[in-house]
Nanobody, 117 residues
Framework: QVQLVESGGGLVQAGGSLRLSCAAS????????MAWYRQAPGKQRELVAE???????NYLDSVKGRFTISIDNAKNTVYLQMNSLKPEDTAVYYC???????????WGQGTQVTVSS
């Protein structure tokens, strides 16, 4: 059974930083594409960052230079380091595992990030 458990969300002032973690079980994160998505109230879920099994990364334009996705293979955990946070980064952030044998990703439960101005 695949489980993705996010942590690290919270309330932070604009300009601050947070690090989100996604601990995976039942799946090897190094063998799959792992991603962070976010969904703000009234908006569609959007891809924030992803990292492939070959360690290639891709970022939403609005977070380039501020967010960094990384993995710790030993801990089977994916991270999203978020710096210079802005109020428009406020959303529920979801960890996702994109696997070849499913048309839909595995999802975590989400963690709330709120950035105050």
């Amino acid at each position: 059974q695949v489980q993705l458990v996010e942590s690290g969300g919270g309330l932070v002032q604009a300009g601050g930083s947070l690090r989100l973690s996604c601990a995976a079980s039942g799946i090897s994160i190094s063998a799959n594409t792992m991603a962070w998505y976010r969904q703000a109230p009234g908006k569609q879920r959007e891809l924030v960052a992803e990292i492939t099994s070959g360690s290639r990364t891709n970022y939403l334009d609005s977070v380039k230079g501020r967010f960094t996705i990384s993995i710790d293979n030993a801990k089977n955990t994916v991270y999203l380091q978020m710096n210079s946070l802005k109020p428009e980064d406020t959303a529920v952030y979801y960890c996702a595992a994109l696997v070849w044998y499913r048309s839909n990703p595995y999802w975590g439960q989400g963690t709330q990030v709120t950035v105050s101005s």
